[in-house]
């Protein structure tokens, strides 16, 4: 037979023996008036398979399946066994057993059934939680003692039982009132759920119920009438099982919920003692209540730990880590908070300049040291009853309440107050460091507009004038619709760039540098483009602005560099002696671990230092020059050429020229445009060329599109040319194997 076929048939077994063996039980118990022990055994032993198929129905389910067939299986033990108990109790013959199968059948079913109940709509699939199942057990312990106390005070057939026939039977009313008491209320969430199946269950516990009620009441009779109540409510577990679950989502249980049934039961076995203490109740009460306040104050204790957890662990959801700052999270909660409420306020986006060279040129631990400083600074410069947060990385915000002024007035004070107050210097790592801030502002007021979508679009427009702070140089920029727009495309690119690196989409293209006197191609610079899936082949000026301001530009000139080497190594095993000129950025500057790796690079490669070239401008240079001068002398000691980049528009001055490793400088555009043109910038070329070989340094003018500029350089002596009288840029396969004829020809 197939491993399929049994898939086919068992289903249906199943459902036909749950009706089939409940009935067949109740046949055995009804063959005689008074069933003997022969058939009490039989209809026992049938009861218990059913519970048996019950599980065996639903076993290996999903989740909810697998919380429902321990419910179902407990459920049948607890049926079977308060239908043989009590039974066996009721038969003449059995005295001598008494009630403790009773309590033993009941204290084995409990846990399951009333644990299955517990687990309706919670996460785990365990039987039951323990500690619920503790108040569960108190709720029994207290029932029964308040049983023992009305049997007491109203007699009736069961005050002339005596204790060890009483009270297991007490005990076994007690669980099932507990549990109908439990299912009912789970039916009456259950009908705003639709869900027929917990209605099946309840009437099955109260046939349950019933059959021990029946026995109570009549003390020494009914015996059949029971069995039959109880074999019912066992048919009735069988029609839940089979009914398929609806879909519902689990929910993690509360302890709030335990703690009101915790209290409750305190309560109620506490005034229990009270009455059994005033009136002549028997030891059984007392014991009973005392023992449901015990269990329900640990219980409790258990509570308020775990609520004391809760608490904190909210708490921790809600606070930055590092610095101890409310988190993203937290000041997203409260931003949505003011615009529900209509409460006006500022919100400012504060992103530290440059601190990524921190990190790079004094580690992890010295950044992170940076950042609880900030945050201690900014809480101390901001306005009372305003919140400081921090977004992630080196971001934070600020939300503080508009008054004291106009709302250009507060936002504007806020920015200067917040860059102000930044000018004194940090103390890191035995280092005085000045942290240069970028804010971006802006305001809302209730008017209404931004309900619905007011923390997004508030962040949105800080981010806007935080981007035209960091773009303009500006230190504080308040939003200003006129001119601000919508930043989620640049947001969604930056995001994109990060997927696009990962893959791979990042591509090379190359311009010559041509050799002025000879027209020959001695060299080419490395310039990047992006390989958009969607937008195609995007320019540098599409996307290294947001990568800059991201702190994406060390990643992306990383990629650069790696695929530039390879490409120069695959020229030289080809025979052709190509340099290639890589910019370097800020962040790769204040990389001490720079000229390690770039010297793996080119050993994994095999390609000669000399083949490599590292552009730099005169504005990264400055930025620290003390970490750049680092860097730059020891990539010079590997042998590879540094160059100064757009040389001439800088700020730097000739003092550094003289200190630092440089082998090339490379004439910014803007000079070689105008040099056919203007007197003063013919002269500030020449001057610049005729220094430039007196310290030994090659110069390369960018820009060149004219075959006149061209021999106006070579006049002036310029050694090399780069610009579109040559070629634009173009990937590594267009790049011609053969050096082209010379443009000028010797005089």
């Not at 059949?224 to 993690?252: E, K």
């Not at 305190?266 to 009136?279: D, F, N």
């Not at 504060?350 to 950044?367: I, P, R, W």
């Not at 942290?435 to 802006?442: K, M, R």
Request: net charge negative.
């Amino acid at each position: 037979m197939s491993s399929s076929a049994p898939s086919r048939w068992l289903p249906h077994a199943p459902r036909a023996a749950l009706v089939v063996v409940p009935a067949a039980a109740v046949a055995a118990l009804s063959a005689t008036g008074r069933p003997g022990p022969a058939g009490l055994v039989l209809a026992v032993l049938l009861l218990a398979a059913t519970g048996l198929l019950l599980g065996w129905r639903t076993a290996g389910g999903q989740l909810e399946q697998d919380m429902w067939s321990r419910l179902l299986l407990s459920g049948g033990v607890l049926a079977t066994g308060v239908l043989g108990t009590v039974s066996c109790a009721l038969v003449p013959g059995w005295e001598a057993l008494g009630g403790l199968p009773l309590a033993a059948a009941t204290a084995l079913a409990f846990p399951g059934v009333y644990g299955g109940l517990l687990k309706w709509n919670r996460y785990s699939t365990s039987v039951a939680d323990p500690n619920d199942v503790l108040n569960g057990f108190s709720g029994v312990l207290v029932a029964v003692a308040i049983g023992n106390v009305l049997v007491d005070d109203l007699g009736g057939p069961l005050a002339a039982l005596p204790d060890w026939r009483l009270q297991p039977l007490l005990l076994a009313a007690a669980a099932a009132v507990v549990c109908l008491g439990t299912a009912w209320v789970m039916t009456v969430i259950a009908a705003l759920r639709s869900d027929p199946r917990i209605w099946l269950v309840s009437g099955a516990l109260t046939a349950v119920s019933a059959g021990v009620g029946v026995g109570l009441a009549t003390a020494d009779g009914a015996p059949l009438a029971a069995a039959a109540v109880v074999a019912a409510g066992l048919a009735l577990l069988a029609v839940a099982a089979v009914r398929q679950p609806p879909r519902s989502t689990p929910q993690p249980a509360d302890p709030a919920d335990s703690t009101v049934g915790a209290v409750s039961i305190i309560g109620i076995a506490t005034l229990t003692l009270a009455v059994a203490a005033v009136t002549t109740a028997s030891w059984p009460a007392i014991v009973g209540a005392g023992l449901a306040a015990v269990g329900s104050s640990l219980r409790l204790l258990v509570n308020v730990r775990d609520l004391s957890e809760l608490a904190t662990s909210r708490r921790e959801a809600l606070t930055d880590e590092l610095t101890s700052l409310p988190n993203r999270r937290a000041v997203l909660r409260r931003i949505e908070h003011l615009c529900t409420t209509g409460t006006p306020f500022a919100l400012g986006l504060v992103d530290l300049d440059k601190f990524k060279e921190v990190n790079d040129g004094l580690g992890h631990a010295a950044g992170d040291d940076l950042l609880r400083m900030i945050a201690r600074r900014l809480e101390q410069t901001v306005p009372a009853g305003a919140l400081v947060g921090r977004l992630g990385g080196d971001e934070f915000a600020v939300i503080a309440p508009l008054t004291g002024g106009t709302t250009a007035e507060v936002t504007g004070r806020l920015g200067a107050g917040l860059v102000g107050r930044f000018t004194d210097p940090f103390e890191v790592a035995g280092l005085e460091l000045h942290a240069d801030l970028s804010v971006g502002l802006t305001a809302h007021e209730p008017d209404g507009h931004l309900l619905g979508a007011c923390a997004t679009l508030l962040l949105r427009r800080a981010d806007a004038a935080l981007y035209d702070a960091k773009r303009a140089g500006a230190s504080a920029v308040v939003w200003d619709s006129a001119r601000h727009v919508d930043t989620s495309g640049r947001l969604a690119l930056v995001e994109e760039l990060r997927t696009g690196m990962a893959r791979g989409e990042l591509v090379l293209h190359y311009q010559p540098q041509v050799a002025v006197r000879t027209g020959r191609t001695v060299g080419v610079e490395a310039l990047v483009r992006w390989q958009h899936p969607a937008r195609g082949l995007l320019p540098p000026a599409e996307f290294l602005p947001a990568a800059e301001l991201h702190g994406l530009m060390g990643q992306l000139t990383e990629t650069v560099l790696a695929q530039s080497v390879a490409q120069a190594a695959a020229w030289h095993r080809e025979g052709r002696d190509l340099r290639v000129s890589v910019n370097l950025s800020v962040s790769n500057l204040l990389d001490r671990a720079l000229p390690g790796r770039v010297a793996g690079l080119l050993a994994a490669h095999g390609l000669p230092s000399s083949a490599l070239v590292l552009e730099v401008t005169e504005t990264v240079l400055m930025s620290d020059p003390e970490s750049s001068l680092a860097v730059l002398d020891a990539i010079a000691a590997l042998g590879i050429a540094v160059s100064i980049d757009d040389f001439g528009t800088g700020y730097a001055s000739l003092s550094y020229l003289r200190q630092l490793p440089v082998s090339e400088l490379k004439l910014d555009r803007s000079f070689t445009q105008d040099l056919l043109t203007d007197g003063r910038t013919d002269a500030i070329v020449s001057g610049t060329i005729d220094m430039a070989h007196r310290l030994g340094l090659r110069v390369v003018a960018e820009g060149v599109e004219h075959l006149t500029t061209l021999r106006r350089l070579e006049a002036l002596g310029c050694d090399e040319s780069q610009g579109y009288l040559h070629s634009r840029p173009v990937p590594a396969t267009a790049i011609p194997p053969a050096a082209p004829a010379p443009l000028l020809q010797p005089a």
